[in-house]
């Protein structure tokens, strides 16, 4: 069955440091490589697609890459507004449906 | 521009009851995706909508059901409600759909069933 996990569930940095968010994914045929990021009590925001391995976005602090078994979301001085949960989500070949991951809530103190 | 509008926010209905949803996309976008967030399962796809037509349904039972309009807002319908619906249900539109996995989601409308 088609499947993505994130690691760590949870993640607690102070403002300025930098680290990085797992997303696994066992999909065949990959069509696309999502990350959201989603505030409590709002929908999730769109943030990147990345369709290839080797492949990498970036916006703000943030940087999306991707292998052929997993992405990665670094994160680079986070400030205290980057406090959220992070989802990633993959599509399949054959399918309209995006698979999301379970999510890393992330926690910058100032 | 408006954002995707998701009609009630809140609600609360008892079991056995049915339910309607309504989801007005933004401007243009003629796809428009349903999702159930629930805490131990997270987000789940329900089923999505291309030009009124449904293109793909996820593993959900058939109490839960949509429709699309000529306008492209749409409504999720759930029937003979039971607890274990009590859940964020997120819309999503975009303009072509989830090729480019880019959704833009309302804020949901959070249902409690008791």
Redesign the interface.
Known sequence: EDQVTQSPEALRLQEGESSSLNCSYTVSGLRGLFWYRQDPGKGPEFLFTLYSAGEEKEKERLKATLTKKESFLHITAPKPEDSATYLCASREDSSYKLIFGSGTRLLVRP | KAG?TQTPRYLIKTRGQQVTLSCSPISGHRSV?W?QQTPGQ????LF?Y?SETQ??K?NFPGRFSGRQFSNSRSEMNVSTLELGDSALY?C?SSLR????????????SRLTVL
């Open positions: 995707v995706s999702y997270g987000l789940q796809f999505e291309f293109r793909n996820g997120l999503a759909g989830t090729n480019t996995g880019e959704l833009f989601f309302g804020e949901g």
